[in-house]
Nanobody
Framework: QVQLVESGGGLVQAGGSLRLSCAAS????????MGWYRQVPGNQRELVAT???????NYADSVKGRFTISRDNAKNTVYLQMNSLKPEDTAVYFC???????????WGQGTQVTVSS
């Protein structure tokens, strides 16, 4: 079975940093696209950052220059380094894994990030 387990969320002051981790099992991690999404209650889940199997990254405009997505294939883990955090970054952050053959999307359970002012 496929499992994505996020960790590293918590409470931090504005301007601080957190690093989220997503540990994957049950998939061939190295060939999957990975991403981070976030959701505030009442809002649509939105893309934060993605990283391809080849290491190509993509970021939402709101986090460019502050967040960095990376992956460690040896550990089957994707990370989201979040610096210069703002209160508007407060959300539940979800890990997503996508494979193309066959096309399948997997989601983690989410981890809460709260940024206080």
């Amino acid at each position: 079975q496929v499992q994505l387990v996020e960790s590293g969320g918590g409470l931090v002051q504005a301007g601080g940093s957190l690093r989220l981790s997503c540990a994957a099992s049950g998939i061939i991690f190295s060939i999957n696209h990975m991403g981070w999404y976030r959701q505030v209650p009442g809002n649509q889940r939105e893309l934060v950052a993605t990283i391809s199997s080849g290491g190509i990254t993509n970021y939402a405009d709101s986090v460019k220059g502050r967040f960095t997505i990376s992956r460690d294939n040896a550990k089957n883990t994707v990370y989201l380094q979040m610096n210069s955090l703002k209160p508007e970054d407060t959300a539940v952050y979800f890990c997503r894994s996508v494979r193309s053959g066959p096309y399948t999307v997997y989601w983690g359970q989410g981890t809460q990030v709260t940024v206080s002012s």
